[in-house]
């Protein structure tokens, strides 16, 4: 006989599928069930990232097609990598991939040389400069939006932009830092008659280009850190009579740091897979071949050469994601210190 007050069942209580699943969601941690919350986006960004990364690692497992007829030809496993890897495609590619000798000359004209050149450059004096336009902004003075505002203009220039204004100032008889004029840097003897040909001098002017265009990045993001620090431990500083310097080491640079590794990694990525500034500048893929030019040049070029060109965006790829890896793990030891 029913009763004249119905007892209302709570989820989670009784049987059947649902109430299973209640009780199990009510049972996760809370680290748990934000990982839970996390697993679509997860699973969505995994699809996007990883599908084209197995794509081209299948693609690489194929010789370069013979015809034009098909995309690649037959399936020939890892000798694509060998052939890459001991330079028996070097003359398919504007530079070998990795040195093939111990000589200077060859240590200094691979793909992954120049690459590594240019990213450790860039990314150190974009820290430093960053770090210390970060710590001016910072300050309280007037006009400091304006200025925030100001740093940014050379980060929302486009790419093609930013190469024509430096090939304008290196190109032969028409830049102010070449020829005869007061600002030449070739009567200086710092560049050659010829600098956008030139492999040394064209890194140079590149990796200028770079840090004009992306130190406001790297400001920005540890702005943002330095905009997290309790200011109540300056005060208390100074009533303690710690100097300017101290301060910064014990105070700003710990809370921060966590801040400039993941500033760092995000620049890294981009300064890895260099490209654009090489041929909107004017230098070229045969003066300073890089990792991405390697991709770019043994797909586009007068044969299409898929299975290399996919095996070399492999290779760039992996070692991109092994330099993410080492920083991944100095960011947790550094948030676990």
């Not at 697993?39 to 097609?65: C, E, H, K, Q, V």
């Not at 490209?275 to 071949?289: F, H, M, N, Q, R």
Request: proline residues 4%; hydrophobic residues 55%.
């Amino acid at each position: 006989m029913a009763t004249e007050h119905e007892t209302e069942t709570l989820p989670g209580e009784g049987g059947g599928v649902y109430a299973s699943f209640i009780r199990w969601m009510e049972n996760l941690s809370e680290t748990q069930f934000a990982y839970f919350l996390l697993t679509p986006a997860l699973l969505l960004l995994g699809a996007i990232a990883f599908w084209p990364l197995l794509s081209t690692f299948r693609l690489s497992l194929f010789a370069d097609a013979i015809t034009g007829t098909s995309t690649v030809g037959e399936f020939v496993g890892i000798q694509n990598y060998l052939a890459v890897l001991t330079g028996e495609r070097n003359a398919l590619l504007p530079a070998p991939f990795i040195p093939t000798s111990l000589s200077v000359k060859a240590i200094f004209g691979s793909a992954l040389t120049v690459t590594l050149i240019f990213t450790i450059a860039s990314v150190f004096f974009e820290t430093i400069i960053g770090f210390g336009q970060a710590l001016v902004l910072d300050q309280d003075f007037r006009g400091r939006r304006w200025a925030r505002v100001v740093i940014i203009i050379p980060w929302a220039v486009p790419i093609v932009i930013q190469g024509m204004i430096f090939y304008l100032f290196f190109a032969p008889g028409i830049g102010p830092f070449v020829g005869e004029g007061p600002l030449s840097l070739q009567q200086a003897g710092i560049l050659s008659d010829s600098p956008l040909q030139t492999t040394i001098d064209a890194a140079m002017i590149t990796i200028v280009a770079d840090i004009w265009k992306t130190t406001a990045f790297m400001a920005l993001l540890i702005l943002a850190g330095l905009q997290s620090v309790n200011r109540d431990l300056y005060d208390v500083a100074r009533v303690s009579g710690a100097s300017t310097w101290q301060r910064f080491k014990l105070i700003t640079l710990p809370i921060v740091l966590p801040t400039v590794l993941v500033a760092m990694l995000f620049r890294t990525i981009q300064a890895m897979r260099v490209y654009g500034i090489i041929e909107a500048s004017g230098v070229g893929c045969s003066t300073l071949p890089s990792l991405s030019c390697l991709v770019v040049t043994s797909f586009f070029g007068g044969t299409r050469l898929v299975g290399t060109a996919a095996t070399v965006a492999f290779l760039t790829a992996a070692f991109i994601g092994l330099v993410v890896t080492v920083y991944i793990i100095g960011y947790a030891r550094e948030e676990g210190a």
